[in-house]
Every structure is written in C-alpha cells, then in structure tokens.
C-alpha cells in the first residue's frame, strides 16, 4: 500500500506565507513526478507546480513567481512555498505522485493523491 500524507494548510491573511509538505509512505521502488493541485468550491481541480525527479519545474501561470516547488527525493517528500497569498488561493490543495511499485507480475506504475489540506487566505 502507498500513502500520501500531506501537512501545512491553515488559515492566512492575504500576503502572507505557508508552507506545505507531503510523504509518500508504503512499497515504493521510485517516484517519478510529483506535483500539488488545488480545488476551490465549485471549479474543477487544477494544477499548481509539478517537479520532475531531476528537480524540473513546471507552474500554472497564476501563481509563477509567487509559489515555490521542492522535493527530497532520498524521503519521498515534496514541498509548497506558497508567498504573496491572495484569496483567490483560497482552496483545498492536493498532493500528487507517480509511483512505481514492484508486485509479483513485475513493476505497476500508479498515480497517487493525498486527502488533501485546506488553504484560507481571508483577512
């Protein structure tokens, strides 16, 4: 079985900071991409920032300059510096990964979501 547990929402004013984490837990053989996405009330689930094993970034327009992506790879974790928040942030954010695992019949590949942590930005 594999886990993703994420930490780190909470309520914030608008220009302020949080971090977010997540770990992967369980029989992992590797991690290729990982990622976080947000869902506000009422829209569709959106991509935030994905990062690559080799640290390659990618970020949805709205919030280029403003989050920040990292991941350890040696503790399958992965990262969200979210600065200058605005309440248009405000939704639940979700970790996501690629995971390969090693069963009798050989390796899967699987995408794998947290339960997700909820963002507040309101004054």
């Known amino acids: 079985q594999v886990q993703l547990v994420e930490s780190g929402g909470g309520l914030v004013q608008p220009g302020g900071s949080l971090r977010l984490a997540c770990a992967a837990s369980g029989s992992i053989s590797s991690i290729s991409a990982m990622g976080w996405y947000r869902q506000a009330p009422g829209k569709q689930r959106e991509l935030v920032a994905t990062?690559?094993?080799?640290?390659?970034?990618n970020y949805a327009d709205s919030v280029k300059g403003r989050f920040t992506i990292s991941r350890d790879n040696a503790n399958n974790a992965v990262y969200l510096q979210l600065n200058s928040l605005k309440p248009e942030d405000t939704a639940v954010y979700y970790c996501n990964a690629f995971i390969r695992r090693w069963e009798r019949s050989g390796f899967v590949d699987s995408d794998y979501w947290g339960q997700g942590t909820q963002v507040t930005v309101s004054s």
């Open positions: 990062i690559t094993r080799s640290q390659t970034t």
